[in-house]
């Protein structure tokens, strides 16, 4: 993570892919006693990855870095779970779930993504789309864009902000 | 999309700008210099402000205005920041106001009781209670703005808090122009006019602190 904001784009994924099954055990497990099923629970992965990405200036780097993200965590699902009405009913294969943290077929979530990317204006979600789905790099995308390195940074990272607002607005 | 997708983007996004102890200290140090540019245009020292710093009284509505903004802005750093426990900050507020009632008790020992009234109600109250809140203004919103970079779990607190910390930085200012000095007034007027910014810091905050 230190690396990652000195801008380590690398470090920065191998950080992000290493925290997110941790992130996805602790939501299952905690969602799950709130009856989050697990389409649900890959959406506010999706939303505390997001949160992290975007409070991260926040993070004191003198001090661990595990109670900052389990803080975020607990204050993101509080806020999913009072969103989505605590409709209480947990199947007990949702508990099961829990011990086999792996992502779940996103048909559903794939759908609701999609949704908040339409919201999006258009040069942000080209560069999102490009960027995230397609796995091209931010030159090949400015190239394609006829845009600057830069602006297409800076569109993503407004892009990132949009994101985060939708998903706290709900979906739909 | 897939959340390795979502990764891929959030990777590119790498470098972070502004850091949340960077961001405060510089709104801080912003805020206290439109406060002070309104101060110096507006309205200046006290003409008769030599005689002023030797006295007690004046000195002491320093102290009480800075503890203010000290104990708040340690607190709101510990605030905005998950997972970071308060320990002792938890009370650092009450150091402000404990020095007030403290002054308070003080003065109501040494003067008498006939001129409670006029240290009480001074003759600037009026002024006070707008120019602290106005000065106030360009502290509270670069705050804000930095807070944003931060994760509070309560953003109306957060942003009472940094209200409280915009109010002490305009109140230091404020008190080297004000003519009252006495613990009566400072107590009374003092407190309404950071009332005011508190408030308005916990409904800004409520809108712009939510993550």
């Known amino acids: 993570m230190r690396a990652a904001i000195a801008g380590d784009a690398g470090a920065y994924r191998l950080f992000l892919e290493a925290v997110t099954p941790y992130l996805r055990a602790l939501t299952r497990r905690r969602g799950a006693r709130f009856g989050a099923a697990g389409s649900d629970a890959e959406d506010i992965v999706q939303e505390v990855l997001l949160a992290i990405h975007l409070k991260r200036g926040s993070w004191d780097a003198t001090r661990p870095i595990g109670p900052w993200i389990s803080t975020i965590v607990r204050n993101k699902l509080i806020d999913a779970l009072r969103r989505r009405g605590r409709q209480v009913n947990v199947p007990i294969e949702d508990v099961i779930d829990t011990l086999e943290a792996e992502e779940p077929p996103d048909s559903l979530e794939q759908r609701d993504v999609a949704r908040l990317l339409a919201r999006l204006k258009d040069p942000q979600r080209d560069i999102v789309q490009s960027i995230s789905v397609e796995g091209s790099s931010v030159r090949d995308t400015a190239t394609r864009l006829k845009m600057t390195e830069g602006a297409v940074r800076v569109a993503l990272h407004r892009a990132l902000k949009a994101l985060a607002v939708l998903y706290r607005s709900g979906p739909g | ?211």
């Open chain 2, 1 to 211: 999309m897939k959340t390795n997708d979502l990764i891929a983007a959030l990777a590119q996004d790498a470098p972070v700008r502004w850091r949340l102890g960077k961001a405060v200290a510089a709104a801080m140090a912003g805020g206290a210099a439109v406060a002070g540019a309104i101060f110096f245009i507006g309205i200046g020292v006290r003409p008769d402000v030599m005689q002023a710093v030797d006295t007690v009284r004046y000195l002491f509505k320093f102290v009480v205005t800075l503890t203010l903004a000290v104990t708040a802005t340690g607190l709101i750093l510990h605030l905005a920041r998950p997972g970071v426990p308060l320990g002792a900050w938890r009370w650092a507020l009450i150091a402000a106001p404990a020095l007030l009632v403290a002054a308070v008790v003080a003065e109501m020992i040494v003067m008498p009781t006939s001129t409670w009234g006029v240290r009480w109600i001074g003759t600037n109250a009026r002024w006070c209670m707008t120019l602290i809140p106005l000065m106030a203004l360009g502290p509270l919103t670069l705050l804000l703005l930095a807070l944003r970079l931060g994760a509070p779990r309560h953003p109306g607190a957060a942003g009472a808090i940094a209200g409280l910390v915009a109010a002490g930085i305009a109140a230091t200012f404020y008190a080297a122009h004000c003519p009252d000095d006495s613990p009566l007034f400072v107590a009374t007027w003092y407190t309404l006019a950071t009332g005011i910014v508190v408030l308005i810091g916990y409904f800004a905050g409520k809108r712009v602190l939510r993550w």
